[in-house]
């Protein structure tokens, strides 16, 4: 049983910013990304990833456009300094790209970084110490004056290691670890006493990263922390403002978004939100939520399938099927209403319209998904769901009424299996039950005169094995054929329309009919390269079906006793 939170948790307290202005900002524009996959998201790994994982993993951030990666933390893994040997060694890191490397506060920890980027075009070198009053307090036992020379000794130490150095274009970050629990006062102070350090320009920006290491509050609650940052920093024109959440509360991708409303320019993140605890914030639900809104994020996902399946190699962490835009089910309706309304915005849109469909937010085609996995049937698909995949695979295009009939035979044959019905299962069943029923009748042939008037028809058909010759009248070929049956069927209702393109399409017949001996309608179904022939098929598909409908006894009074 819970205890009484109120007596054991402390609530965050609210900041004082009355004039906030975060509240009216809109998104018109991407942040700078990074990704801190081959670090941060390395890290939470049980195996963290090899050395040729991380730089297949590399291959794909550069691939999808990112400019800065966080490519390790050289110091805490002899792999990870390899790895930025191997990147620089190799040539691997294009001349657009900036690698960024992570260390702690300490002298030994920062000269053995800055020797594994020995060589390097361009690099970003990222320090870090805790702030928080828990932090300094319990873990380092440290007051406020010496967390803030832990952290101006550092970038003292940043800048002259990296003057000795001038043929690799420097940059460099500092984050007050824990930001998001820390006094924004002092948050503010240790930060530009940092930038005092380094004097950043404009053309040779700093970095201030503000990470939310652990989400203590909701989201607007750090969107009023940061934008209470951006106003206090120095040199804040010479400054990249960064935010790097995570996902202790869930609303790591919230925060982030209304963080880029308070002025941050640039976020920290993972490709699908892994990290430590229960993740980084995910950049690729954060980028295509920009690009559900008309703004393209910068970074390309028209491929998200690939990009799904090298992450999970390469981190052997799977992603959720439900996991926003590239889960396996997310465009993916099973609800009979969600399905019917999808069909519909399918057949009303034409192309070069802007997307504006039904259940689909984005058009799954932009991240290289087929439409093949946006409607699928089962137990709680109804009969928009079923014509969709019957016209999307086989160009079956059904009458309402035949839709809601056949989605009956379709839910008898779910609650008997419990499983998902395919596109190719719910075709089986559909000839099965409309194409295939031919008994008692069965077609043998027909000759149809049609040059005088009435109609006449000479048909030839198999009943319960024996073969009967028919003769009928009437206003065209169907009501000649029903008049030959003389079973007392009524016409209700009749479609026919081609089932492809060209002039060797078939044709199909759709009917629907009445009779006294029948209680409401039945449906009949006709395929053939005739659209005589498919007519006529489909009268005989209705007569079987409502004749199976019939006890024996019924039937043979029915049917014919010559």
């Not at 906030?20 to 991407?30: A, D, G, M």
Request: aromatic share 8%.
């Amino acid at each position: 049983m819970l205890t009484n939170p109120a007596q054991k948790y402390r609530p965050f307290a609210p900041i004082a910013l009355p004039d906030r202005t975060w509240p009216s900002q809109v998104l018109t524009q991407p942040p700078i990304w990074l990704s801190t996959d081959l670090r941060d998201g390395n890290q939470a790994l049980i195996e963290p990833m090899s050395v040729d994982q991380k730089l297949r993993l590399f291959e794909l951030l550069v691939a999808i456009g990112f400019k800065e990666i966080e490519v390790a933390f050289p110091s805490a893994s002899e792999t990870d300094f390899c790895f930025v040997r191997r990147l620089i060694e190799e040539n691997r890191v294009p001349a657009d790209v900036e690698i960024q490397v992570l260390t702690q506060a300490r002298e030994d920890l920062i000269r053995r970084t800055f020797e594994s980027l020995a060589g390097a075009r361009r690099a970003i070198v990222h320090v870090y110490n805790a702030t928080a009053p828990v932090f300094r307090r319990v873990v380092f036992r440290h007051d406020p004056a010496e967390t803030i020379a832990l952290a101006v000794n550092a970038a003292t130490l940043i800048r002259d290691l990296a003057a000795e150095r001038p043929a690799t274009q420097w940059r460099f970050q500092y984050s007050p670890e824990v930001f998001s629990q820390t006094e924004l006062e002092f948050a503010r102070d240790i930060c530009n006493a940092v930038l005092a350090v380094w004097q950043p320009t404009r053309d040779r920006k700093a970095i201030i990263n503000l990470p939310a290491t652990v989400e203590s509050a909701t989201a607007n609650v750090f969107a009023d922390q940061v934008e209470w940052m951006h106003r206090h920093l120095a040199f804040r024109d010479c400054v990249d403002l960064s935010v790097h959440n995570h996902n202790d509360r869930g609303c790591a991708i919230a925060a982030a978004e209304l963080g880029q409303m308070a002025g941050a320019d640039r976020v920290e993140g993972c490709l699908f939100g892994n990290g430590e605890r229960t993740g980084n914030v995910d950049i690729v639900t954060l980028a295509l939520n920009l690009y559900t809104q008309g703004i393209h994020p910068g970074l390309d996902f028209s491929q998200i399938n690939e990009v799904a399946r090298t992450v999970e190699d390469c981190t052997q962490l799977p992603i959720h099927p439900r996991h926003p835009y590239v889960g396996d089910l997310v465009f993916t309706a099973f609800s009979g209403s969600h399905q019917d309304a999808i069909r519909k915005g399918f057949a009303a849109r034409d192309s070069g319209d802007i997307w504006d469909m039904p259940y689909l937010p984005l058009d799954p085609a932009d991240l290289g998904r087929s439409y093949a996995s946006v409607v699928r049937v089962n137990s709680q698909s109804g009969k928009g769901g079923i014509a969709f995949l019957l016209e999307r695979d086989y160009n079956l295009s059904l009458p309402r009424r035949l839709q809601i009939e056949f989605s009956q035979v379709v839910q008898r044959a779910m609650d008997a299996t419990g499983k998902e019905m395919t596109a190719p299962m719910l075709w089986d069943l559909f000839e099965q039950e409309y194409l295939r029923a031919n008994l008692p009748f069965k077609y043998v042939s027909h000759h149809w005169q049609d040059d005088e008037s009435p109609s006449a028809i000479s048909t030839t058909l198999e009943c319960n094995d024996r073969i009967l010759a028919r003769q009928g009248s009437g206003n065209g070929p169907i009501d000649a054929f029903v008049d030959a049956l003389a079973l007392g069927v009524r016409v209700h209702s009749y479609e026919e329309r081609a089932m492809g393109h060209g002039s060797d399409a078939d044709a199909i017949a759709l009917i629907e009919i009445a009779a006294d001996w029948l209680e409401g309608t039945v449906h009949g179904v006709g395929i053939h390269g005739s659209i005589v022939t498919a007519s006529l098929l489909a009268v005989l598909s209705a007569v079987n079906r409502g004749l199976a409908t019939l006890s024996p006894a019924q039937r043979k009074q029915i049917l014919p006793s010559e």
